[in-house]
């Protein structure tokens, strides 16, 4: 079994900024995040291969948010910038240990574990 906790979600303006952290109770090997807004489908946003630090980047979010690891503190981090409305959603940290499942890193089915979520809100 494989713990998440997620932290850093807030309210903020549009234009600015927040991290979010999802702390893991052990390693593995890959971990996205995700997001859902109300009436709308879960969304992959992120994800990194813990092992490599390679990293998938939806297009909707390229260039504004980056994800980065702390191996040592075995947490994951997604750094979101220049915030839009748009972004406002219910966020995920999702984990899985194993190496291949046939999905790829933006579908939520191929994750095992999830955190309890947190929320991002963005005002215009």
């Known amino acids: 079994q494989v713990q998440l906790v997620e932290s850093g979600g807030g309210s903020v303006q549009a234009g600015g900024s927040l991290r979010l952290s999802c702390a893991a109770s052990?390693?593995?090997?890959?971990v996205g995040w995700f997001r859902q807004a109300p009436g709308k489908g879960r969304e992959g946003v992120a994800a990194?291969?813990?092992?490599?630090?390679?990293?998938n980047i939806v297009d909707s979010v390229k260039g504004r948010f980056t994800i980065s690891q702390d191996n040592a503190k075995n947490t994951v981090y997604l750094q979101m910038n220049s915030l839009k409305p748009e972004d406002t959603a219910m966020y995920y940290c999702?984990?899985?240990?194993?190496?291949?499942?046939?999905?790829?890193?933006?579908?939520?089915?191929?994750?095992?574990?999830w955190g309890q979520g947190t929320q991002v809100t963005v005002s215009s």
């Open positions: 990194i291969y813990r092992g490599s630090g390679n990293v």
């Open positions: 999702a984990a899985d240990t194993r190496s291949y499942t046939g999905l790829g890193a933006g579908v939520a089915t191929r994750y095992s574990y």
């Open positions: 052990r390693y593995t090997y890959i």
